[in-house]
T-cell receptor, first 114, second 113 residues
């Protein structure tokens, strides 16, 4: 079936270091969304990218959507302890006949060592 | 106060019993979703509904059933046919299915023994 692969599964960084998670799809995506889930919480929407090659920034977070609309990345500059959590990408796939399905990657769990 | 509510937060059941998880939203969203989350597995789609009185199977629908009789409500029944029902269940909604972000409820942690 259609899959969205996300790497790495885990990442441990020292506070102040940068962090990047990558997402790849086996099929072209209508859009890509990123979510953050804090420990014990539920996923919270961060951002949506729609256009080929799109780059968006939110403070220390930079999101990119590949030219072929099959891959994406999230980069955090100078991580802080508040960045701890699991980051999920989710690709929106047009299944045809007006049906859309959002397929989530397995997530990257970020730990930040103070 | 708008949002998605799921109840209860924790649920315990004996094997062989059906159990229904509640999901209500007052965001006036057309689309609603049920996901299952297991450690290291991310979010897997069980069922989704793009509009009232219509729903489609997701990737892991076996052993589950849903209904969408009202726009605000999308209950999920975990039947005795589900081989491994213990998991964290998340309900979500979106304005429409074809481009908008999803808003998640707080989740229900189901334990079946």
């Amino acid at each position: 079936g259609q899959q969205v692969m996300q790497i790495p599964q885990y990442q441990h960084v020292q506070e102040g270091e940068d962090f990047t998670t990558y997402c790849n799809s086996s099929t072209t995506l209508s859009n890509i969304q990123w979510y953050k889930q804090r420990p014990g919480g539920h996923p919270v929407f961060l951002i949506q990218l729609v256009k080929s090659g799109e780059v968006k920034k939110q403070k220390r977070l930079t999101f990119q959507f590949g030219e072929a609309k099959k891959n994406s990345s999230l980069h955090i500059t100078a991580t802080q302890t508040t960045d701890v959590g699991t980051y999920f990408c989710a690709g929106l796939i047009d299944s045809g006949a007006g049906s859309y399905q959002l397929t989530f990657g397995k997530g990257t769990k970020l730990s930040v060592i103070p | 106060d708008g949002g998605i509510t799921q109840s209860p937060k924790y649920l315990f059941r004996k094997e062989g019993q059906n159990v229904t998880l509640s999901c209500e939203q007052n965001l006036n969203h057309d689309a609603m979703y049920w996901y299952r989350q297991d450690p290291g597995q991310g979010l897997r789609l069980i069922y989704y509904s793009q509009i009232v009185n219509d729903f489609q199977k997701g990737d892991i629908a076996e052993g589950y059933s849903v209904s969408r009789e009202k726009k605000e409500s999308f209950p999920l029944t975990v039947t005795s046919a589900q081989k491994n029902p213990t998991a964290f269940y998340l309900c979500a909604s979106s304005v429409r299915a074809d481009s908008y972000e999803q808003y998640f409820g707080p989740g229900t942690r189901l334990t079946v023994t």
